[in-house]
């Protein structure tokens, strides 16, 4: 059974984890479900519960362990936040696989590596990762996130000022009024999955303004945008595939 994340994808899964379904379509709990539907998940009779990266709280945590061992966020990871390799090797430690599970982290970090080595003027130049809010501000997210985190991994800088403005928080919110700080950046990728309170980035009137916008140093919507939030060593692979030749159209 698979906790759909979002309403497109039928399966319940997202396209870099299809093929690894084997054909078979698991039970899906729908993206509409307020709450986790726990007789259905107990029906299924399940040996391990996965709630790892889902923002679990103690109550249902310590409700879905009386159905099956139930793993989730380890201590010190902010919800939604946990890095793929301590999600891969809690995992693999979960179901006896640990070797198995390195090697996928390992695989990702070559992943990585081949794209920074392959690209080095990405080094050195500034770049962000967020989305447009109804206010007229920009939500930023810092490098102790997964999507900031994404960007250093490549080689760019994201400025320091993100991270001072996110402090502990999930992102930095730039107001309309001190927007213009994006302004010096050579990259912004604009992500189109964070839902409310975000909106379009063409109907963001304070975003159109800035210079960044009319150099056109900005990508949007940054493709396969849910598969770099989803941050698991299935996504990420397939979010450099999509993402590496749409940042090099842009730099060129």
Sequence with gaps: MVHQWYSNYSSGVGPWSEPYLDGEAPAVIPSSATDLPLEEIAAEEPDLIVGLDAGLDQQTYDRLSEVAPTIANPKGAAHYAVPYDREMQMIGDAVDRADE?????????AAFTKA???????????AAVGCPLENGGFA??????PRGE????????????VDEVAADNYYAEISAENLSMIDGYDLLLVIDDCGAPTVDLNEHLTFKSLDI????DYIYPAPAS???SHNTVLSVPYA?????????ETLS
């Design 101 to 109: 599970a390195n090697q996928w982290v390992k695989d990702t970090e």
């Design 116 to 126: 920074r080595d392959g690209h080095p003027e990405f080094e050195g130049k500034t």
């Design 140 to 145: 930023l997210y810092p490098t102790t996130d």
């Design 150 to 161: 994404f960007l250093t991994k490549l080689g760019f800088t994201v400025p320091k000022e």
């Design 213 to 216: 916008a009319k150099r056109g």
């Design 226 to 228: 849910d598969a770099l």
């Design 240 to 248: 450099l595939d999509k993402l590496i030749p749409k940042i090099e």
